[in-house]
Every structure is written in C-alpha cells, then in structure tokens.
C-alpha cells in the first residue's frame, strides 16, 4: 500500500498551480475572512525566476480586501475516486499598477463570466504548500448513486 500522504517539492506544487485554473482566495475584509472562487493563471518571470499568481478582478469585496489587507491565503484542489492533491499558498496581494498589467496579457488569464474586470491582482507567495493523497473514503457504499 502507498503512503496515504505524500507532501510535494516546491516544483511540484507550482506544476499542480500551472496545470489548473480555478481555486479559492482567501482575504480580509472589515475584520472578517471572506473566501471567493477566483480564475487565475501562473506568471513566471524568467529573468529573475520568480513566479506570482495572477487574477483579474471588477471593484468589489475582492480588490477592496486586497487593498485594504493584503494578507491573502489561496488554495487548488482536486480529487478523483481514490486520489487527491491540494496546493496552498499564503502570501501578499497587491492591485498592478496601469504600467504592470501587461503581465496579465503574457498568460492565459481571461475573465470566465461576461464582465468586464480591468483590474489585475498579483498573489507573491511567502509560502507553499502542496500534499497528495491517497483516499479509501471506506463510507463510498453509503452515498447515493448518481
């Protein structure tokens, strides 16, 4: 039987980071931690090796949390019948400025829904983290069927 939990490398989670496009922001906002799901995609800057989550964004809760505090958690997961894998980063969010934005243009990185979200965030990651799993969800036979 395999380990029921393997931790990923750094390479490794930002491999998960690359090869997905949605999870869920973290922030704060008037002394509450709100969660969003947000679209991103991974910005690696070749010259200096450094590599920054992207996001677009229209005003609201979001980019005012993100102004306000920029102390930010963000998580991908997913998982299949008997496998699961999750990658966390916290970090610090800042809105780009008017002369940054063409970062957001040099990635796959469009709104899902039809609105119009000019503002671009970056996520700098301070730390992380990525696990994988092996699921036995022994209680499978009690859902119901689909």
């Not at 450094?50 to 229209?58: D, G, I, K, S």
Request: charged letters at 30%.
């Amino acid at each position: 039987m395999n380990q029921p939990m393997s931790v990923m490398d750094g390479e490794e989670c930002w491999e998960f980071l690359r090869s997905h496009e949605f999870g869920r922001l973290a922030f704060h906002l008037a002394g509450e931690v709100h969660i969003t799901p947000i679209n991103y995609a991974v910005h690696h800057d070749p010259e200096t090796d450094r590599r920054t989550l992207l996001f677009r964004t229209a005003g609201g809760s979001k980019l005012l949390g993100v102004v306000m505090n920029e102390d930010v958690a963000f998580e991908v997961d997913e998982y299949a019948d008997e496998k699961a894998a999750s990658v966390i980063i916290r970090g610090k969010a800042r809105k780009l400025d008017e002369h940054e934005e063409h970062k957001a243009e040099n990635v796959p990185l469009r709104p899902w829904v039809n609105t119009l979200k000019y503002n671009v965030v970056e996520i700098d990651p301070v730390e992380i983290s990525g696990r994988r799993f092996e699921l036995t969800r022994p209680w499978k036979h009690m859902l119901p069927e689909s």
